[in-house]
């Protein structure tokens, strides 16, 4: 892709014509609204109200959410049968009481499911009927619950390897290659009227990109119930590069399906290797300075490159927002994320769009005006 000047030219733009001073008090949502969801992702304690001033902001920003957490199995039924759904019921009240969509996060992935799961009453490996059987009750149970309540789910979550070949989870092993269609096809049985996708990370990379094509296309062979492909946006300064993850969207878009931005966030921080851990949960590495350099704050220079590629990224969505369908922020301020602990435990890092007291950065307001030029230029 060639460079873009067009950011940086708008709001050179905006900033001398005073127009940028005139729409201050413009949302995110409201800003968007012609184009894509708005959407965020909520902790345990951001939903019980621990986090002053985040329901609110979230209110005023954003129309859709996910649970980070708490509509994962391991958190909704930690034992077998024994359901914990006040968090859960909790943020989807919010959500109904605000005209906020809401996003099941997740039916099925191989991280943060119980043990229990996969074995049977002697704790040997249990029987694919016993898994199967367990699989249909906790989707009947969720989704049941909440039918009709819930806009779309990720029904599977991160099955493919870097090589775009299908992982050898434990969901693989015990169900066999087709699990991932089961899903889909139980998940469309609880709750006809929910979107249902299948949700990644490092999409832009051409080999896992083919791999989703694959399985794309051996679904709807098959007539699967596949509604889009989410596609995780956890990125950085330095990559990926725009034109991969333009290539990614377009791909998508071929296949028929919408395309969801689901998970997005761009670290400010140094990485070992950025391009070769992706997004796994399970990498736990010692804290180094060197990957933790901006612990008293974000540099201007630093903070000015995340505003660019944000607004990269975000002209990018908005060129394809006939398929693009959502973008979800991985959080809602730089206090909560993910990313201050992954990989490495005690990181301060800056990746949302909120600060750590819940206050806009620069590119809020931006951003903002790029969607309303986008509005002015289609007239």
Known sequence: MKAIPFCAL???????????????????????????????ALSAGQIQGKEPGTLELVKQQFNAVTAENVMKW??????????????????????????????????LWHEQTPDWVFLDDKGQTASKELVLSRLKNHINAVMGRYKGRIHGWDAVNEALNEDGTLRQSKWYKALGEDYIATVFELAHQADPKAQLYYNDFNLFKPEKRGGVLKLVAALKAKNVPIYGIGEQGHYSLDYPKLQDVEDSIVAFKNTGLKVVITELDISALPFPEPEKIGADISLNMKLKQEFNPYADGLPKAVSDQLTQKYLHLFELFLRHSDAVERVTLWGVNDNQTWRNNWPMKGRTDYPLLFDRKNQPKEVVQQLIQLAQSADKTKK
């Open 74 to 107: 391991e958190i909704i039924e930690p034992v077998e049968g024994q359901f914990n759904f006040a968090a859960a019921d909790a943020m989807i009240a919010y959500a109904e009481a605000n005209n906020i969509k809401v996003i099941g996060h997740v039916l």
């Open 10 to 40: 708008l709001l050179s733009s905006l900033l001398t014509s005073g127009l940028y001073a005139q729409e201050q008090n413009s949302s995110l949502q409201q800003a968007y609204s012609k184009h894509f969801m708005i959407g965020t």
